[in-house]
């Protein structure tokens, strides 16, 4: 039903910036809260930073004030513009999206893509 892929990731030195993006596409449906997670090496998963679909915005602590996460809901579409990077920061990115789907049944599920590396070397 709904296809989620990231991209923007790659390879940066501490102190540089990148841009993350994530697309949605499917049958019709309806995106709600949308979120940044990621995953370091021996670490599990952790969230970095969610909106909803009204615009409010969530930062995990360590990442307040250098990155900024943002939407365009006409295309759901998800974005995560990243600044001061450090080598902490390095992981796998992934994109997750709530959503209703408006078919025969209404529907509503939860989706992740396959993630994007970031690495930030120091």
């Known amino acids: 039903q709904v296809q989620v892929v990231e991209s923007g990731g790659g390879l940066v030195q501490t102190g540089g910036s990148l841009r993350l993006s994530c697309a949605a596409s499917g049958s019709i449906f309806s995106i709600n809260t949308m979120a940044w997670y990621r995953q370091a090496p021996g670490k599990q998963r952790e969230l970095v930073a969610s909106i909803s679909k009204g615009g409010n915005t969530n930062y995990a602590d360590s990442v307040k004030g250098r990155f900024t996460i943002s939407r365009d809901n006409t295309k759901g579409t998800l974005y995560l513009q990243m600044s001061s990077l450090q080598p902490e920061d390095t992981g796998i990115y992934y994109c997750?999206?709530?959503?209703?789907?408006?078919?025969?049944?209404?529907?509503?599920?939860?989706?992740w893509g396959q993630g994007t590396q970031v690495t930030v070397s120091s």
């Open positions: 997750e999206a709530d959503w209703t789907y408006y078919g025969d049944n209404i529907e509503v599920g939860r989706d």
